[in-house]
Structure formats: structure tokens, C-alpha cells
């Protein structure tokens, strides 16, 4: 194998592999010649290692290009964000820990957010706080949590739950669709209509 082949191959992450064609078109693996290409390859990713660092001045501009173009973005950290967050309207016999205080920043100031926590380690409640803090802060009108089938009416008890003892209205009305199992299509987008019409905070629907 030629080495500008290699080193394309190295540059793709591609398996560097010699074939030799057959009589008939197919094409077989050739183990020696490709041992040998892939020993070549080792030894041009070895010397390019030490080529690049060999000169003060070319290390130095291959280093800022790099950064430039590969190091340059830093995650926005919404912890502190998340430590400011008041919540009006929330139990005051639940109290948010430290990563669901973050994690309803995210979702507060982000448009896309994954909440990648394990098991049990409190997703729901953030869900419901951002659906209606979004509601709150003006920034959607209906917003709605889409979840499995009979799964609504857990996070309607649970955004229940989390208004506790509050007489204000931010976690007072949270739509329950019909399951798509048990009530079909259309009448859950029918239910989904009727949520439109309604003034409610927040929506939970299969």
C-alpha cells in the first residue's frame, strides 16, 4: 500500500487492510501485506508525533490552530444560575438539591436539554419546575411533558405534590391526556385541544 493511502487511512481512523482481487472480481484480505502497512502506519503516526514538537515556532502554531479549532468552546456551568432560582409556589416541605436546582436552569436558558441522571436520582421534579417556571417567567405559553403511556398521571401527581400547601395557582392545574392505549388517537389530541382552551400552567400527555 502506497503511503499516502496510509496515511489517509490514519487520518479516516480506518482500519489500514491490503486486498488482492481474484480472478472472478472478488477481493480477498491479504494478512502479510497488511501486517506490513499497518507497521508502516505505526511508524509514520510515531514520526509525525515527534515532528510536530520538534520546532519551538511550528509547535507553538499547530498548538493555536488546535485550540482554535477543537478547544475553543466552554460548556455554560448553570450551577449558580441554579442557586439563585426562587420558585414561587413550590412545597416548602421539598427542597431541590443542588443538581435539580441545575438542572431547571438548563432547562430555563438552554432550548435543548438532556437530563442524563441515573435511576432515581430525580428527574421528574425538574421537568415539572422548568415546564412551569417556563409558563411563569413568560417564556412559553402551553408547555406540555410528553411521556409513556400510562405515565401521566404520575407526573400530574407529582407536580401535585410539589405544590403542596400553596394557594398560588402556578401548580394548581396540570392536564392529564388520555392514555393512547386506553382512549386511542384522536381522543387524546382531543384532550390535548380541550388543554389549549383551558387556562392551565402545565400539561402531561402520552
Known sequence: MPAPQIARALLEQRAIQVTDELEDGRRVLNPEASAAAQE??????????????????????????????????????????????????????FVPRGHQRTAVARILNEPAVLLAHTVVAGKTAPMAIGAVELKRLGMVRKPVIVVRGPEPRVIRNRCLWLRGASRGRRWRHVANAPNLADAGLSASWAAGGGMSNQDRDAGARP
Not at 488546535?66 to 460548556?75: E, P, Q, S, T
Request: glycine share 6%; hydrophobic share 40%.
Open 40 to 93: 508502516k502506519g505505526a511508524a509514520m503516526q510515531e514520526r509525525f508525533a515527534e515532528w510536530c514538537w520538534e520546532q519551538p515556532a511550528r509547535a507553538a502554531r499547530l498548538l493555536e490552530e488546535y485550540n482554535r479549532r477543537f478547544n475553543a468552546i466552554v460548556l455554560r456551568d448553570h450551577t449558580r444560575d441554579g442557586e439563585r432560582l426562587t420558585v414561587p409556589g413550590l412545597a416548602r416541605s
